[in-house]
T-cell receptor
């Protein structure tokens, strides 16, 4: 059962453009939504995260937009750079009494071209 | 802190052999997770521990897989006997149970397992 659906599977963006990755979840008990960034040969690393009581969170060029009623959230990368080329995973977790178990999306391979 | 340390980084073994993957979590973290990553299935949670106790092993694919955490600073994932379909990158991650906004797992660099 895929509880967190992620799209697109791959994405090519020109340098300076906006990269957008979308996720949708099913379980309304999820109360924390992190995004992870993974470079080749490395483990995923926490990039940015949001709680469902906030509609948007911005950290530098990275922004999470959250739509609780639609059960959707997205990552926007502004002014995309070649160094942003990586695989991005959305995730969801039930922090309170949920056993601290993350459910990951299937990942998006982002390539930023010059 | 050196982060989550996994060994070996790469492992090539023959079908039928026993394979042991090792993980040292971040000191003080009370949760440890083992994940498997493949192109076809993405990141799959195999098992996780809380305070060295296995909490959920429902992701362990078969009895050929076993995991232990004898103390807070060490965990192993063993595959016996190994099969070609076990070829994947295996990640260990650890975390401290928190409810703050910076909650997240810290992953190791992974072990790339190839079974021939």
């Amino acid at each position: 059962q895929q509880q967190v659906k992620q799209s697109p599977q791959s994405l090519i963006v020109q340098k300076g453009g906006i990269s957008i990755i979308n996720c949708a979840y099913e379980n309304t008990a999820f109360d924390y939504f992190p995004w992870y960034q993974q470079f080749p040969g490395k483990g995923p690393a926490l990039l940015i995260a949001i709680r469902p009581d906030v509609s948007e969170k911005k950290e530098g060029r990275f922004t999470i937009s959250f739509n609780k009623s639609a059960k959707q959230f997205s990552l926007h990368i502004m002014d995309s750079q070649p160094g942003d080329s990586a695989t991005y995973f959305c995730a969801a977790i039930i922090l309170t009494g949920g056993g601290n178990k993350l459910t990951f999306g299937t990942g998006t391979q982002l390539k930023v071209e010059l | 802190d050196a982060g989550v340390i996994q060994s070996p980084r790469h492992e090539v073994t023959e079908m039928g052999q026993e394979v042991t993957l090792r993980c040292k979590p971040i000191s003080g973290h009370d949760y440890l997770f083992w994940y498997r990553q493949t192109m076809m299935r993405g990141l799959e949670l195999l098992i996780y521990f809380n305070n060295n106790v296995p909490i959920d092993d429902s992701g362990m694919p078969e009895d050929r897989f076993s995991a232990k955490m004898p103390n807070a600073s060490f965990s192993t994932l063993k595959i016996q006997p190994s099969e070609p379909r076990d070829s994947a990158v295996y990640f260990c991650a650890s975390t401290l149970a928190l409810t703050g906004t910076n909650y997240g797992y810290t992953f190791g660099s992974g072990t790339r397992l190839t079974v021939v």
